[in-house]
């Protein structure tokens, strides 16, 4: 009788024992995954805030637009620790840093987005957008002519700058 309510009790111990375990895997599992957002949840969210940032440059509302891109950067900046070749998520880094007015940062996500895909319609537009910024029109003329057959518009709008400049 005393073994009978010894072992009774020991396994009732196990059932704890093996059931805290579990449910402490299934809770840390879950605050784990939704912690952290994946490359394409941050690049989608950074994207967002570049639109709104946009919109709110047209109304001169600039100090407001630069937070904005400080976000979308800080997001961007998350997402490319998870996918370091993505030339879109650079591109945007070069975006961003430009509208911050960090140039030379800018021209490095651009450069890098091109070493992976040269032809990368808005990584030659916008870089060709910071050597207009920046007085180096002969570089901008080199971007546009990288565009020059791709039939978008990322070649009249950088056309239309270089000229009115």
């Known amino acids: 009788m005393v073994a009978d ?7 009732k111990k196990i059932v704890y024992v093996v059931t805290f375990c579990l ?12 912690s952290s ?19 709110l440059e047209k109304k001169g509302k600039n ?25 879109d998520i650079l591109n945007y880094l070069g975006f961003t840093s430009r509208k911050m007015g960090k140039y030379d940062e800018a021209e490095k996500y651009y ?6 895909k040269p032809d990368h319609h808005g990584i030659n537009e916008y870089l060709g957008e910071l ?12 971007r546009l002519e990288v565009l020059r057959n791709c039939e978008c518009i990322e ?9 009115i400049n």
């Open 5 to 11: 309510h010894l072992l009774h009790n020991m396994i």
């Open 23 to 34: 449910l402490s895997q299934v809770t840390f599992a879950a605050g784990d995954s939704s």
């Open 37 to 55: 957002s994946s490359e394409e949840d941050l690049y989608n969210e950074s994207k967002n805030f570049i639109y709104k940032a946009k919109k």
């Open 63 to 87: 100090e407001k637009a630069i937070k904005l891109y400080e976000s979308a950067y800080k997001k961007l900046f998350d997402a490319i620790k998870k996918d370091k070749n993505n030339p």
């Open 111 to 116: 450069l890098r987005g091109l070493d992976i």
């Open 131 to 142: 050597y207009v910024k920046t007085q180096r029109i002969d570089l901008a003329k080199e």
């Open 155 to 163: 070649y009249e709008e950088l056309a239309k700058l270089i000229k």
